[in-house]
T-cell receptor, first 111, second 108 residues
Framework: DVKVTQSSRYLVKRTGEKVFLECVQD?????MFWYRQDPGLGLRLIYF???????EKGDIPEGYSVSREKKERFSLILESASTNQTSMYLC??????????FGPGTRLTVT | KNEVEQSPQNLTAQEGEFITINCSYS?????LHWLQQHPGGGIVSLFM???GKKKHGRLIATINIQEKHSSLHITASHPRDSAVYIC??????????FGPGTRLSVLP
């Protein structure tokens, strides 16, 4: 079974704080993805990575950065959290164009 | 850019009813995925299809490539089927484009 874990299920941060969300997979997949999910908008791709130290912008990268120092770990960084970044964040891994495997999600609230 | 739409947005059904959720997309794709998201957030993949029809238990997924349309059917629905169902268009290995989801509630 593929296992994708995320560092927190729920997180509350203040405006301006630096926020780290971490995702770890145990399946040796090349590709890893960070999405945010908002009501009525569905999942939107923030960044993805197809190899260690490689990253590509998705549809909504503004205000975010990522880091992939090891194959199994993909981090999403909010340099200065803002209230409009309150959302559910989902990490996924897989070998596109095949299935993607999702983590449990992190519900982030920025106050 | 591919636009993916789903209908209905919300659906309430009585246990035992036959349910259909629709998905349409604007640009040709390599595959269409159906995902299920239960309360709490976890997403699991139900189907990946590029043509025809697939069946898994009480779930059936169909796709019409010419019409750029896919449907997910649930036969003999059960309260444990209550979830958000999401379709995702697979753009030839680039990335997924997700529909907004259909929230299904099945009442006992």
């Amino acid at each position: 079974d593929v296992k994708v874990t995320q560092s927190s299920r729920y997180l509350v941060k203040r405006t301006g704080e630096k926020v780290f969300l971490e995702c770890v997979q145990d399946m040796d997949h090349e590709n890893m993805f960070w999405y945010r999910q908002d009501p009525g908008l569905g999942l939107r791709l923030i960044y993805f990575s197809y190899d260690v130290k490689m990253k590509e912008k998705g549809d909504i990268p503004e205000g975010y950065s990522v880091s992939r120092e090891k194959k199994e770990r993909f981090s999403l960084i909010l340099e200065s959290a803002s209230t409009n970044q309150t959302s559910m964040y989902l990490c996924a891994t897989g070998d596109v164009p095949y299935e993607q495997y999702f983590g449990p999600g992190t519900r982030l609230t920025v106050t | 850019k591919n636009e993916v739409e789903q209908s209905p947005q919300n659906l309430t059904a009585q246990e035992g009813e036959f349910i259909t959720i629709n998905c349409s997309y604007s640009v040709g794709i390599s595959a269409l995925h159906w995902l299920q998201q239960h309360p709490g957030g976890g997403i699991v993949s139900l189907f990946m299809l590029s043509s025809g029809k697939k069946k898994h238990g009480r779930l059936i997924a169909t796709i019409n490539i010419q019409e750029k349309h896919s449907s997910l059917h649930i036969t003999a629905s059960h309260p444990r089927d209550s979830a958000v169902y999401i379709c995702a268009a697979d753009n030839y290995g680039q990335n997924f484009v997700f529909g907004p989801g259909t929230r299904l509630s099945v009442l006992p």
